[in-house]
């Protein structure tokens, strides 16, 4: 089992920065993807950014390419955010998957960018 706890999403103006926080815990060395999702109002639930844990492989959507980073140490997953846009209003779900194919989700996050 694995736990993922987001935090760092607020109100922004657009141009501005944020950096999202996932936190997780169980059994993190499991782990074989970890990425972010978000979801507007009315809208489905899109991917972001996703990365593997093993090798080198990232991957961005391309609304947010050259804007967004993802990193992440042992426990914790980030993604820096910066040259915010109205669009990217949203919430943000940490997301991971594990040797074992079960699929893991945090609580979100909203992130709300103002004009």
């Known amino acids: 089992q694995v736990q993922l706890v987001e935090s760092g999403g607020g109100l922004v103006q657009a141009g501005g920065s944020l950096r999202l926080t996932c936190s997780a815990s169980g059994s993190i060395n499991s782990v074989l993807f970890m990425g972010w999702y978000h979801q507007a109002p009315g809208k489905e639930r899109d991917l972001v950014a996703l990365l593997s844990t093993t090798t080198a492989y990232t991957n961005y959507a391309d609304s947010v390419k050259g804007r967004f980073t993802l990193s992440r140490d042992n426990a914790n997953l980030y993604l820096q955010m910066n040259e915010l846009k109205p669009e990217d209003t949203a919430v943000y779900y940490c997301?991971?998957?594990?040797?074992?194919?079960?699929?893991?989700w945090g609580q979100g996050t909203q992130v709300t960018v103002s004009s």
């Open positions: 997301y991971a998957v594990d040797r074992a194919r079960a699929a893991y």
